[in-house]
């Protein structure tokens, strides 16, 4: 667990508790860490504690029994739900990264990498269903490979377990999230031939849910949350690599500075984050047809019975 406190106490009187399950601890949602380090929450009235909970049907889990407030994850895991038919099924009012965040390593450096080239190979993967194996997926079927047919994907280790198994002599690819694709490359056993970010274009990958029976009782909460979220995105959006990994450094304390600036300038250079936390029609359909195509949903579900706008809508109006 890690306290969302930062550079603020937490402990003032007046602030309202929430809980905050994150599906992984990354510098891919730096915005995130900006927002509890400035101590954007406390101005909104809140008293963060962030859950790493390790995996978007873990978040769920917390979210549906209650341990956690508010679940940020790849938004597929509210669609399951809603399709299981869930009376207080989680509705998403704010999306942070619109790229895949995680990136594919290999056992060296390969300048003319093409996707092709995982025909015949062995790959880590991720958990079946989840964003990252499916947007994996997404990428290997655009560039005409079958992911059953035409190479091993190996699903079977826990997310967050894959970088030491692939140091290990495991695979020959791997697909990792930061801050595990740069500390292969820094142990020298291996080398990011490719980004899943840029190769499979604008996607929603990750964003920030509540039940409907807390959004009845916490309205207020959800919108200072969102406030709070925005002012981090501004923040990053605004200021340099070394800048933002010099506040969100205490959130990476095994992680020397210049490799958060690294990490944080390779999210800026293809375009991570959003300017806005609106989750519009057209990036649910997207998110989706590669639901679809994965062969995780086989009716699509509508836009309007999980995702809001009018918290992110009025985040960005007043921060303008």
Excluded at 15 to 35: G, K, M, W
Excluded at 56 to 64: F, Q, R, S, Y
Excluded at 82 to 105: C, W
Excluded at 228 to 244: P, R, T, W, Y
Aim: with cysteine; charged share 25%.
């Amino acid at each position: 667990m890690f306290a969302g406190c930062g550079k603020q106490s937490g402990e003032e009187n007046g602030l309202t508790p929430v809980t905050l399950s994150e599906v992984a601890h990354s510098i891919f949602y730096a915005p995130q860490y900006v927002a509890i380090e400035n101590g954007y929450f406390e101005e909104e009235g809140i008293k963060l504690t962030l859950v790493n909970s390790a995996g978007a049907d873990k978040v769920m889990t917390a979210l549906i029994s209650g341990d956690a407030d508010i679940g940020f994850m790849g938004s597929e895991a509210s669609i399951y739900v809603y399709v299981e038919g869930s009376s207080d099924y989680a509705v998403n009012f704010a999306q942070l990264t619109q790229r895949a965040g995680n990136f594919l390593v290999g056992r060296e450096a390969d300048e003319g990498f093409q996707w092709e080239d995982l025909k015949g190979k062995k790959v880590l993967g991720g958990r079946a269903g989840g964003m990252p194996q499916m947007v994996f997926e997404y990428i290997l079927k655009k560039n005409g490979i079958d992911p059953k047919k035409d190479l091993a994907i190996d699903q079977s280790i826990n997310f967050g377990l894959t970088a030491a198994a692939f140091m290990e002599g495991d695979a020959d690819y791997t697909v990792e999230f930061e801050p595990f694709a740069t500390k292969i490359e820094l142990q020298g056993a291996g080398k990011v031939v490719a980004s899943l970010g840029v190769d499979s274009g604008y996607v929603p990958y990750t964003a920030y849910c509540a039940k409907q029976s807390y959004y009845m009782e916490h309205e207020d909460v959800i919108q200072g949350f969102t406030n709070a979220i925005q002012k981090g995105l501004d923040f990053v959006n605004s200021h340099s690599a070394e800048e933002i990994a010099s506040v969100i450094a205490p959130q990476f304390a095994e992680t020397e500075i210049d490799t958060i600036a690294a990490i944080v300038e390779r999210y800026l250079t293809q375009d991570t984050w959003k300017t806005d936390l609106v989750f519009s029609k057209e990036s649910f359909e997207l998110l989706q047809d590669i639901l679809t195509e994965a062969g995780e949903l086989e009716e699509k579900v509508p836009y309007e019975d999980l995702v809001t706008t009018e918290y992110a809508e009025k985040a960005a109006e007043k921060m303008k």
